[in-house]
């Protein structure tokens, strides 16, 4: 009896160490938080990374149903000592799928600091701190977590206002534009720099989607949260090396540069 007890427990953690893993950045509302209970819903390990103190409130229901597998970490992409000391405690754990998610979009309630005539350019940096720096920080620190992984993919959430090919949508958002459009080119450069080791990289539009800030917009082509990730975790599944340094939609089709 107790050698069948220790195969189950043995059988048991077998299975968990060997669960693919997913590290999702600004997981505590909107795509990220998506993003976790989608995967969390697969049974994969999650573990969600977010800046506030203590567990947010919109990933508590999510740790709750899904207990053994959905781990929440403090780290602030801003904040390289966080970065680092997460990298540090998550030390030879495979990370199959890293999700660079969390950005920033607008600062304060409105986009006037974004809009010629009226640039705030204190809040260029904060921008390109939060939407460029931060990705490559994680990336940096965590790219051997991801190279012991079988999936070895990383994956940028961009947005289709960083293009430069096509006629911007709305005359502002420089800032966030500007940043999203800087953060294609580094994560193109990377997937070059990554493709010998195997590493998949990847960015997305997410589409138009209806989060939680954005709930109450009517704009056509508005998507559901659901739509935009369970898409895109179908894309990432199917994605292979020679997808590396691509820019898609969240349906896999091809975007604008």
Same mark, same amino acid.
């Given at each position: 009896?107790?050698?069948?007890?220790?195969?189950?427990?043995?059988?048991?953690?077998?299975?968990?160490?060997?669960?693919?893993?997913?590290?999702?950045?600004?997981?505590?509302?909107?795509?990220?938080?998506?993003?976790?209970?989608?995967?969390?819903?697969?049974?994969? !390990?999650?573990?969600? !990374?977010?800046?506030?103190?203590?567990?947010?409130?919109?990933?508590?229901?999510?740790?709750?149903?899904?207990?053994?597998?959905?781990?929440?970490?403090?780290?602030?992409?801003?904040?390289?000592?966080?970065?680092?000391?997460?990298?540090?405690?998550?030390?030879?754990?495979?990370?199959?799928?890293?999700?660079?998610?969390?950005?920033?979009?607008?600062?304060?309630?409105?986009?006037?600091?974004?809009?010629?005539?009226?640039?705030?350019?204190?809040?260029?940096?904060?921008?390109?701190?939060?939407?460029?720096?931060?990705?490559?920080?994680?990336?940096?620190?965590?790219?051997?977590?991801?190279?012991?992984?079988?999936?070895?993919?990383?994956?940028?959430?961009?947005?289709?206002?960083?293009?430069?090919?096509?006629?911007?949508?709305?005359?502002?958002?420089?800032?966030?534009?500007?940043?999203?459009?800087?953060?294609?080119?580094?994560?193109?450069?990377?997937?070059?720099?990554?493709?010998?080791?195997?590493?998949?990289?990847?960015?997305?539009?997410?589409?138009?989607?209806?989060?939680?800030?954005?709930?109450?917009?009517?704009?056509?082509?508005?998507?559901?949260? !659901? !739509?935009?990730?369970?898409?895109?975790?179908?894309?990432?599944?199917?994605?292979?090396?020679?997808?590396?340094?691509?820019?898609?939609?969240?349906?896999?089709?091809?975007?604008?540069?």
């Amino acid at each position: 009896m107790k050698r069948l007890l220790l195969c189950v427990v043995l059988g048991a953690l077998a299975g968990v160490a060997n669960a693919e893993t997913v590290l999702i950045t600004g997981a505590s509302s909107g795509i990220g938080l998506e993003f976790a209970k989608e995967y969390a819903a697969k049974g994969w !390990t999650v573990i969600a !990374t977010h800046r506030r103190d203590g567990i947010p409130d919109l990933l508590k229901p999510v740790v709750e149903k899904y207990p053994k597998n959905v781990r929440v970490e403090k780290m602030d992409v801003t904040d390289n000592a966080q970065i680092l000391a997460l990298a540090a405690k998550l030390e030879g754990l495979p990370v199959d799928v890293l999700i660079n998610n969390a950005g920033l979009y607008q600062l304060g309630d409105g986009y006037d600091n974004q809009l010629f005539g009226k640039l705030d350019f204190d809040a260029f940096d904060t921008f390109f701190h939060t939407n460029v720096k931060g990705p490559m920080m994680v990336t940096q620190a965590f790219i051997d977590n991801v190279k012991a992984s079988k999936q070895k993919k990383v994956i940028s959430i961009s947005t289709s206002h960083s293009s430069v090919t096509r006629p911007p949508m709305v005359k502002g958002v420089f800032w966030y534009g500007t940043s999203k459009a800087a953060l294609n080119k580094m994560m193109a450069t990377l997937s070059y720099v990554l493709k010998p080791d195997g590493v998949i990289v990847v960015l997305f539009h997410p589409g138009a989607v209806l989060t939680e800030r954005q709930a109450d917009l009517t704009f056509p082509g508005m998507i559901e949260t !659901t !739509t935009s990730v369970n898409g895109m975790i179908g894309t990432i599944e199917r994605l292979t090396i020679a997808d590396t340094g691509r820019f898609l939609l969240y349906d896999g089709s091809p975007q604008d540069w």
